[in-house]
């Protein structure tokens, strides 16, 4: 594949993210205000699965909030409100939309459920009238994995997590903090910030559409890079030496930059897992921290 065959990809594979998070904006939306809203109905609960659960959330509207604490309990609380533009679309709304909470030997799910869904981790929206948004915030066990995902309304958070990630988003930012495993993370319209209490053991993949990714990272770092941004630049904390670039490199202070190009393949200290991090409309940073 040529090289503009490559940047060709990329912008239409961002014009069709672009378009779909639009789309699910607007339908959700609408084009008037919403009038009628619903108390708020709070779903808590304890649940006792081990040292290093599985903890899946598919939400559609609204933000989740993840925190690895000790202990084998999960603790977890999810507020729902649905706002309607009529009466009788809220209380459609108020039948249809629900909570499914479902423990199993390896973890937890829970799941917004209603018309909207075609399977899982499908969605559709055909402007029902109403709008479902839930809040989840949970206390995990630090060893936990977990697989966090949002289309509108909300951050994406996890702290102190320490297995597996996979987190999605749509229009909203992804903020991961104390992390001691690797992943994924990836939105269209925010920012990525991952910050690592060690450095990843296994590969990790981080994008964005319109956003900067920031990762923070530890002293001796053994990486493969594969890095892209076509509106933007990649800085570094670390020594790299570059294995192919479509940029160039520069020393701005104590950073490293590649200009902007089409891809960068770079390895720090020995080379080791890969972190392939790439955005279309932003910048990337690689900070080491202390």
Excluded at 71 to 93: D, P
Excluded at 119 to 137: I, K, L, Q, R, S
Excluded at 141 to 160: F, I, K, Q, Y
Excluded at 271 to 280: E, I, M, N, Q, Y
Aim: proline fraction near 4%; glycine fraction near 12%.
């Amino acid at each position: 594949m040529t090289q503009r065959e490559l940047e060709t990809k990329l912008a239409i594979g961002a014009a069709l993210a672009l378009a779909f998070a639009l789309s699910l904006a607007a339908a959700a939306q609408g084009q008037g205000d919403w009038d009628y809203r619903s108390a708020p109905q709070v779903t808590q609960r304890t649940l006792t699965l081990g040292a290093a659960p599985r903890i899946v959330v598919d939400n559609l509207n609204g933000p989740i909030t993840v925190t690895g604490d000790g202990g084998a309990q999960v603790r977890f609380t999810a507020t729902e409100t649905i706002r309607a533009r009529s009466q009788a679309a809220l209380a459609r709304g108020e039948r249809e939309v629900k909570l499914d909470v479902t423990p199993g030997a390896d973890g937890l799910k829970l799941y917004v459920d209603g018309p909207f869904r075609c399977g899982e981790g499908c969605t559709h929206w055909d402007n029902p009238g109403y709008e479902p948004e839930f809040t989840f915030v949970l206390h995990v066990p630090r060893g936990s994995s977990v697989d966090l995902r949002t289309v509108n309304g909300g951050e994406v958070r996890a702290t102190g997590v320490e297995g597996h990630f996979r987190v999605r988003n749509v229009n909203g930012g992804i903020a991961l903090a104390d992390l001691a495993g690797a992943g994924e993370a990836t939105t269209v319209n925010g920012p990525v910030v991952a910050r690592f209490a060690s450095n990843p053991a296994s590969n990790c993949r981080f994008r964005t559409v319109n956003g900067k990714i920031s990762l923070y990272l530890r002293p001796g770092l053994n990486a493969s890079l594969r890095l892209r941004t076509l509106n933007g630049d990649v800085y570094s904390d670390f020594a790299t030496t570059p294995v192919a670039t479509g940029g160039t490199a520069d020393r701005e202070g104590r950073m490293i930059v590649f200009r902007r190009g089409r891809m960068t393949a770079a390895r720090i200290g020995a080379g080791g897992p890969t972190l392939d991090l790439r955005t279309l409309n932003g910048s990337i940073f690689l900070h080491a921290t202390k």
